[in-house]
């Protein structure tokens, strides 16, 4: 199926885990210090696979999974000292907890943060993002929804579509 575009936002349907990954490779590729990607989806929708891809693409040989008791990761890049953050909030149950986290010290701009379940945050995570919503549409095929608003998540967004699906050449 074809992605649907628009100014701020695009679906795409992907078919398996290797093409999410594949995604998340592109959108990794792009990404640079003070970047911020949000994951949402129910448990199973494929955020983790797409973190998997976007540390792939973005350049670290650390290991991207679900943190199960260490809910930040800090994922570092060969030949730089550029750092990627992946946070997964699947435990957090209140704006209280994100807070004790230091949430807010690492959205500061000095490194690229991916958020697995960022909607447990929406009082701390801000609106300058790359929001990525994915649904489970059957056993491998997933529907994600990419969305940004502020300039450099725009321009973000108009490059993944650019790489990806060859829009706008």
Not at 16 to 21: G, M, Y
Not at 59 to 87: K, Q
Not at 121 to 145: K, N, S, W
Request: hydrophobic residues 40%.
């Amino acid at each position: 199926m074809a992605p649907i575009l628009s100014p701020n936002s695009f679906e795409f349907i992907s078919g398996s885990a290797s093409q999410t990954a594949r995604i998340g490779e592109r959108l990794g590729e792009l990404i640079e210090a003070g970047d911020l990607i949000c994951l949402e989806g129910e448990l199973g929708a494929g955020k983790t696979c797409l973190a998997q891809g976007i540390g792939l693409g973005w350049g670290t040989n650390d290991a991207v999974t679900s943190p199960t008791f260490t809910l930040i990761h800090e994922l570092t890049r060969l030949g730089d000292d550029d750092v990627l953050y992946h946070i997964d909030l699947y435990r957090i149950e209140s704006d209280g907890e994100v807070q004790l986290l230091g949430l807010s010290d690492l959205l500061n701009g000095h490194a690229a943060c991916m958020i697995e379940w960022s909607e447990r945050a929406r009082g701390i995570v801000p609106d300058t993002c790359l929001h990525i919503e994915l649904v489970a549409l059957d056993e491998t095929r997933r529907r994600l929804t990419f969305n940004a608003y502020d300039e450099r998540h725009l321009a973000l967004l108009e490059e993944l579509k650019r790489v990806a699906f060859g829009v706008g050449e």
